[in-house]
DNA sequence: CTTACATTAGACAAATATTGACAAGTCAAA
DNA sequence: TTTGACTTGTCAATATTTGTCTAATGTAAG
């Protein structure tokens, strides 16, 4: 599941319109309904601003979102899964320093 | 060990100047000393460009820029552990479609 | 010290990409 | 056919990235 489906999905189960929603977010109602159906990328704020609205854990939205920002970058690679291992080895040097 | 101290690691092995390599990959010395010093990111383009003149394995030095590129993406993230998880997670359910 | 050459830093214009809005479109329910 | 919710395409404005130039710094040899 996208992150745009996701914030879909609570927004319905909600009750609330596209332009309830992206009035509170103070975009157009065409950008959230671009962002939910994932041909534009919602930008950091834009993310935050959902978790606000939509009364979500803002923190776990972000890594949501975050993850995937990621997973588009890798969706086309064959290799994402090895790359996806060098990453971890990376950061995981990363964090002990 | 980012891209760029890999790279020049290479190219200092072999004895390579940054004006020679650079000539090659038709971009200027002060760029490439920058996307060895990590200050400039490659572009793919010129990732290709440096297996080449460097006889590197291609994919291999290709998988290295991709990962280098999502390490500084999270580099920042206090949660990326976990959001590398949420990324794991969506790239096996792709996979298997 | 000077010279010569390698590398780096900073600033800039040009090229690209992203953003948000608007207008027009589809679609379904009444 | 009207209404309201949502979607699509396009465009100008804005922001970011890119590559180069010049000047600065580092460094080894004479």
Redesign the interface.
Known sequence: MTFGEYIREIREEKQLLLREVASQMNIDTALLSKIERGTRMARKEQAEALAKVLKQNK?ELL??W??????F???D?K??????K???Q??NR??KK
């Open positions: 923190n890594q949501f975050m993850a995937d920002k990621i997973v970058m890798l969706k690679e290799n994402s899964t090895e790359i996806l060098i990453v971890e990376k950061i990363l964090s």
